[in-house]
Each structure stands twice: as C-alpha cells, then as structure tokens.
C-alpha cells in the first residue's frame, strides 16, 4: 500500500452540516484525487489535486471543495450535507500512472 | 463526455467456471487499467495496456486492449473463491483524465 489514511472512516451526520473528509499520504505523490462510490455508478472524480494549492473538478463536483495546503493532505468537504451526498469516498495518489487507493470513508447523511 | 461502459454489472459464476467482463468506451483510449475491489475493501490496481491490439497476462487473468483502444477485457481462466470481488476499467485519455466503469461484480459459488 502506499501509506494513505482517510479520516474518519465512518461519519453519521445531518442534513446541512458541514463535513470535512481528510486524506492523508506518506508517498510525496504530486497527484492526489478524491472519488465517490455508489451502486452502479462505479468512481466518479469530484476532485483532484495537481500540487499544493493546485486543484480542479471532477465529473461530480458540485456541492463540495476542496484543498491542498501540504503535499501529503487533501481535504474533502461537503459545505451543507445533502443526502445525496451518503456514499462511500476513496482518496486516491497517483504514481507512474497508476492509482493507489485509500480505505475509504463511508458518510451516511440523514 | 467520455463515458466508459462495463458489462455485465454483475456475474454469478461456479468454481471453476470462467468469467470475462467487457469495457467500452465512447472515444478513442490512449490507455486502459483494470482494478479489483475485494468486497468492503479499496481498488486495487491490476495492470494497465497501452498498445493496440495488446494482450497481457497474470497467472489466470489475460487482459485485451481491442484493436481500435476503445474497448478491452478481462478474463479469468477456472475462477476460484478468492477472485470475488468488483473488477473496474478505467479508461485514459491524452490528457491524463481517468474514466471509470461501473464495475462488474463477480461471485464465486464453491
């Protein structure tokens, strides 16, 4: 594996409260990306990092924000929590090309 | 957008059988990567093809990227009860951007 932490791995929360995810990576990867997973829509990129304070969206981007301030975290957060939004997030680096997943955080909004 | 298309989005297979999943894209791949996700687990990555017309193989996996780089497949020779799991194509462009399939979840029965 290649060292990447999300915190926390498990979120309950309501309705309009703020959330904020945390990745964390020991591999000094420049790329960094934040992906969600839902039942028959495999990982859709909501956003992705290409350096410190360096970000754009993905497919999915609208209703969260993002930010790099050091090479080893990228935060995700959900400004107002949506139902919509309960699903299961995966951080992701990239090295060569090749993506190395973390262990994934599963929000349930109510 | 790019869309990539995977099927079947679910197999049920008996130990031993084989198993294929098939990925296709709208538009012209400069490459393909395969993942497998172990049940509640993270994707893992298996290989990627960048050549047309390539074919690679692990052990009992043989990987194809089609002739055109718009599709590929994934094949798994006498399945055994360790390769349960969601199995991912993730389609690449020239531009670095990855495309996820809906992944296609395969069940081994012993």
């Known amino acids: 594996d290649a060292g990447i932490t999300q915190s926390p791995r498990h979120k309950v929360t309501e309705t309009g409260t703020p959330v904020t995810l945390r990745c964390h990576q020991t591999?000094?990867?420049?790329?960094m990306y934040w992906y969600r997973q839902d039942p028959g829509h495999g990982l859709r990129l909501i956003h992705y990092?290409?350096?410190?304070?360096?970000?754009d969206k993905g497919e999915v981007s609208d209703g969260y924000s993002v930010s790099r301030s050091k090479t080893e975290d990228f935060l995700l957060t959900l400004e107002s929590a949506t139902s919509s939004q309960t699903s299961v997030y995966f951080c992701?680096?990239?090295?060569?090309?090749?993506?190395?997943f973390g262990e994934g955080s599963r929000l349930t909004v109510l | 957008g790019q869309q990539v298309m995977q099927i079947p989005q679910y197999q049920h297979v008996q130990e031993g059988e084989d198993f294929t999943t098939y990925c296709n894209s709208s538009?012209?791949?400069?490459?393909i990567q395969w993942y497998k996700q172990r049940p509640g687990g993270h994707p893992v990555f298996l290989i990627q093809?960048?050549?047309?017309?390539e074919v690679k193989k692990q052990k009992r996996l043989t990987f194809q990227f089609g002739e055109a780089k718009k599709n590929s497949s994934l094949h798994i020779t006498a399945t055994q009860t360790t390769d349960v799991g969601t199995y991912f194509c993730?389609?690449?462009?020239?531009?670095?951007?990855?495309?996820f399939g809906q992944g296609t979840i395969l069940t081994v029965h012993p």
């Open positions: 990092s290409y350096g410190v304070k360096d970000t």
């Open positions: 591999e000094n990867h420049r790329y």
């Open positions: 538009t012209t791949l400069s490459n």
């Open positions: 093809l960048v050549k047309s017309g």
């Open positions: 993730a389609g690449g462009t020239s531009y670095g951007k990855l495309t």
């Open positions: 992701a680096t990239e090295s060569a090309g090749e993506l190395f």
